[in-house]
């Protein structure tokens, strides 16, 4: 390799470190709440590239707090205890031996290893999950038909209330959260929560700078099929009506929408299975995901 095309390379690396100061001295002692799944926590380099990222985020004085899903690994598990799932209108039903083993797979075993790679890259990380510190309180879900009548979905919740008391003393001693959607309801029953909906009510509770919600599409699209950098609710609201925002990505909008309402300053719909979407993300001017703001 020539001198001249060594100099060129590191030129490039500078201007890169150059157009990111700015953006490190904007978020410096913000939080950001990052529901980490998908892809991007099954495909091994990109989860290590993941625990790579939060480790950097934390080194340049961001506040990284990770929530994390995990239905592969859970669903994989009751397959070889031979506990069969039973669905209700294409809803899964979590049963008192479902949720057993979901919060084993993710306290036990997801949460772990999300970080043990943290920690090993660098970091500080420290496993919890909404039972810890009565951190979450739960509330069972009950779904109704179009004709009124309920479905009883047996031990899946949605968060009541969030004492985040725990997460910021943590933030405070240099410690990154990362956290099972796991909790108890007042009932003393264990729930299984949607780690989207989970990772929302937490960032809320923090009044997060940003809520990045890393997911196996490239954002929100218009119907030609380019990506919308930046949404307004009103925009949210049209995108809606006329069908562009529909499937799988509506519960995504509305949890985005929500934590908004909440307190969080901007949430972020983001390709998870991009290398280092989350540092583009943040330290760029165009980003790299949907930012959906009030």
């Given at each position: ?50 625990a790579e990222d939060i480790t950097l985020l934390k080194q340049v004085g961001i506040n ?124 003393g029953q264990t729930y299984n929560i949607n780690a989207d909906t989970m990772a929302g ?13 890393l997911t196996d599409v490239s954002g929100v699209m218009n119907k030609a099929g380019e ?68």
């Open positions: 390799m020539s001198v001249k095309s060594d100099q060129s390379k590191l030129q490039r690396k500078a201007a890169i470190l150059v157009e990111a100061l700015p953006y490190m001295k904007k978020y410096n002692g913000e939080t950001f709440v990052i529901k980490y799944g998908g892809n991007a926590m099954i495909d091994e380099s990109l989860s290590q590239q993941f990284p707090v990770v929530v994390h899903g995990g239905g592969p690994q859970i669903g994989t598990m009751l397959k070889k205890l031979d506990i069969e799932s039973e669905f209700i209108d294409g809803l899964r039903v979590t049963s008192k031996d479902a949720v057993s083993v979901a919060e084993m797979v993710l306290c036990g075993g997801v949460n772990k290893n999300i970080v043990a790679d943290i920690n090993a890259k660098g970091g500080c990380a420290i496993g919890l999950s909404g039972k810890d510190s009565s951190l979450v309180t739960a509330e069972k879900i009950i779904r109704k038909r179009a004709d009124g009548s309920e479905v009883d979905l047996g031990f899946v919740g949605t968060p009541k209330a969030v004492d985040a008391t725990f997460i910021e003393q943590s933030i405070a001693n240099g410690i990154i959260p990362v956290i099972a959607p796991i909790a108890m309801g007042e009932d009510a937490i960032a809320g509770a923090l009044n997060a700078r940003r809520f990045i919600l990506i919308l950098t930046e949404l307004s609710f009103s925009d949210v609201d049209t995108l809606i009506k006329d069908g562009t925002i529909t499937g799988g990505m509506l519960p995504k909008v509305e949890t985005c929408v929500n934590a908004v309402k909440a307190g969080v300053n901007g949430a972020v719909i983001l390709d998870g299975r991009v290398l280092h979407a989350i540092l583009l993300e943040i330290f760029t001017e165009r980003g790299a995901g949907t930012l959906i703001r009030e």
